[in-house]
């Protein structure tokens, strides 16, 4: 048997079911503090310290030069050229329609109120690299960027043992529009970027997955006023299925996320016991033949098959869990799609697989995890702006509401507020 199987647990017990795994958080931040600030105090000569202690790579010189950029689109193959680029026109199709233009209200005669998006300055982006450099993570960031209009676009991803990138990082990069690229990565790429150093310019916000050790350093730059895209953990997904989802399909589904490492959950929810034995003899057929076995099975071990009595207890236990991914294989799954409330994404039916949002079909893939689904929004282009509201009230339209904001501010106390008022009517 692959996954653990619970059959129609008490609602009492959701809690502990729909648990994610946990970590020693106080040893974890110790040690990503300890680093946050041997960077924040010595700049690069730290970054080249931990990058050789960490990484087992020496390096003088981390930002990527020009050339070695120019030259990252002739080791890719035309294939996977073709590929990248259909992704980035999807994703720029689905995040132009975000950009909203200027609209004046007027609220009352003479008083006008608008809101502009403004981009963020300068942006920094974290690419994992390793095992699984994940190039799509750039088109999925650097491109809502460049749209917001943010001026300096930084990124940052750990060096192979040879000390360069993965080509397809590079060309990802040049494709989109990013500014710098700097071979630095875990916390001490995030220190980098969060405080600047004599070679990486400081950014304003953060972007971009990572481990335990990246998530620990955002949430605690994000302490001391550098933004992040948003709270996360390992990834995950959330399989909804009933009597006429494809067992292969959910199968394959369930171990696209598990490979993602030991630390990922994978939750298949069915009102179907009998679906749960085809997709369990479906992992064991499928696993065999993954380069990333080992991870799959330990993240495998982290997860459960849950069976519930009907559809309406399945959908009420898939909003309390609020996955970063959830796919619906179900009859009429547009009408339970309306009834979902906590999810990142959401795939609808049996031919939308979790891939095909993590890579081309449009929408981002840099969502909430860990439950914030809850509270938060996936990356879009609203992740990159600053929204500025702006008023301009004439001398007739602050007639009109002087009496209106001088009774409020004399009720709360505030005579300074009042008389920045009257002080205009008695003109």
Not at 357 to 375: E, I, R, V
Request: glycine letters at 6%; hydrophobic letters at 40%; proline letters at 4%.
């Amino acid at each position: 048997m692959i996954m653990n199987i619970v059959t129609q647990p008490s609602r009492k017990d959701w809690d502990m079911l729909l648990q994610r795994p946990v970590f020693d958080t106080a040893e974890l931040h110790q040690k990503v503090r300890s680093v946050l600030d041997v960077v924040k105090q010595d700049g690069d000569k730290a970054v080249r310290q931990f990058t050789r202690q960490f990484d087992e790579v020496n390096l003088e010189d981390f930002q990527v030069a020009a050339a070695e950029i120019e030259a990252a689109a002739s080791l890719i193959p035309d294939a996977l050229k073709n590929a990248i680029e259909q992704a980035t026109s999807n994703i720029r199709c689905f995040h132009e329609k975000q950009l909203n233009g200027v609209e004046i209200v007027e609220t009352m005669p003479g008083i006008q109120c608008w809101r502009k998006n403004v981009g963020i300055e300068k942006v920094g982006l974290y690419i994992p690299g390793g095992s699984a450099p994940l190039f799509s993570t750039i088109l999925m960031l650097a491109i809502p960027a460049k749209m917001a209009g943010c001026k300096e676009i930084i990124l940052c991803s750990p060096p192979g043992k040879d000390g360069k990138l993965n080509p397809a990082i590079l060309y990802a990069a040049q494709l989109t529009g990013v500014s710098r690229i700097f071979r630095i990565g875990g916390v001490q790429a995030i220190a980098a970027m969060a405080y600047g150093t004599e070679t990486v310019p400081q950014v304003y916000k953060i972007f971009g997955p990572g481990n335990q050790y990246v998530t620990c350093a955002k949430q605690m730059v994000q302490q001391e006023g550098v933004a992040i895209d948003m709270p996360a953990g390992p990834s995950e997904v959330c399989v909804l299925a009933d009597g006429t989802a494809n067992a292969a399909f959910v199968a394959a589904d369930l171990l696209s996320q598990a490979e993602h490492g030991a630390d990922s959950q994978v939750l298949l929810v069915t009102t179907e016991e009998s679906l749960v034995k085809k997709v369990n003899k479906e992992l064991e057929c499928q696993l065999k033949n993954l380069p990333r076995k080992t991870m799959a099975s330990a993240a495998l071990r982290n997860s459960k098959a849950i069976v519930v009595k009907d559809i309406n207890e399945a959908i009420a236990l898939v909003n309390e869990y609020a996955a970063e991914h959830l796919i619906i294989a179900c009859d009429q799954e547009e009408a339970i799609a309306e009834r979902i409330t906590n999810a990142g994404s959401v795939f609808l039916g049996n031919y939308s697989p979790e891939s095909a949002g993590d890579y081309a079909s449009g929408t981002n893939h840099t969502l909430p995890t860990n439950g914030f689904a809850k509270a938060y929004s996936g990356v879009s282009l609203d992740s990159f702006v600053k929204k500025i509201t702006y008023q301009k009230l004439s001398k007739e339209g602050l007639q009109a509401i002087g009496n209106t904001v001088e009774l409020m501010a004399a009720a709360e106390g505030l005579d300074a507020h009042k008389n920045a008022v009257t002080i205009r009517l008695k003109q």
